[in-house]
């Protein structure tokens, strides 16, 4: 039987030695998180400065999937765009986890939610020309929902609505969450194919 909680790799990236891009100084700014500001040599021979988060980054995302066929969602306040959004479960992978253990640990915190069931979707890079960040997309099915435990940073809520509403929503614009979107795009045909959307 396949490993469905595989995704399908963004590991094999070019070296650094590699590049047609060469670093000639690289700086690390005190931020968090980490951002470096790099002066490259191009391809071309001209110089210039890039600003950008290293690879290494990792986040998780979920599509929750109740035993009822139902998705769950979160509103979350974001404070950049100084509004709620609806989003799939998310966050960062942790130092020692894996992707699969980052999402099932969100999962748990963010919505309650518990799960054996577990699809990868294919991963994706969600801004490349400022970070080297990859999020790795799963759907949990099944999923029975607990008491939550959100970490004191986020302002969410949660939400649990038929697949096709949910899709619905994201056909009309109103998940401009674009991680969350994607995610969403990504777990359509898996959901299809299984019958609940």
């Not at 100084?82 to 915190?109: C, K, S």
């Not at 759907?139 to 697949?163: C, F, G, K, Y």
Request: hydrophobic share 40%.
């Amino acid at each position: 039987m396949a490993d469905t909680t595989h995704h399908a790799s963004l590991e094999a990236l070019t070296p650094d030695a590699e590049q047609p891009w060469q670093v000639q100084t690289s700086r690390e700014l005190p931020f968090e998180p980490l951002l470096h500001l790099d002066t490259v040599r191009l391809h071309g021979g001209g110089h210039t400065s890039y600003l950008y988060r290293p690879r290494g980054e990792k986040a998780s995302l979920v599509v929750p999937i109740t035993p009822q066929g139902e998705i769950v969602l979160l509103q979350q306040y974001r404070y950049p765009l100084r509004t709620t959004l609806t989003e799939v479960v998310a966050g960062g992978v942790e130092v020692g986890e894996t992707p699969l253990e980052a999402a099932h640990r969100e999962l748990r915190e963010e919505v309650g939610g518990v799960s054996e069931e577990w699809l990868a979707l294919p991963c994706f890079c969600p801004q490349p020309s400022f970070t080297g960040q990859i999020f790795y997309p799963f759907i949990a099915l099944n999923v029975r929902l607990l008491d939550s435990a959100p970490e004191e940073s986020e302002l969410l809520s949660v939400q649990t609505v038929p697949l096709a509403e949910a899709y619905r929503r994201l056909d009309a614009g109103a998940i401009p969450n674009a991680p969350s979107a994607l995610t969403l795009f990504h777990a359509r045909g898996e959901l299809q194919r299984r019958g609940l959307l």
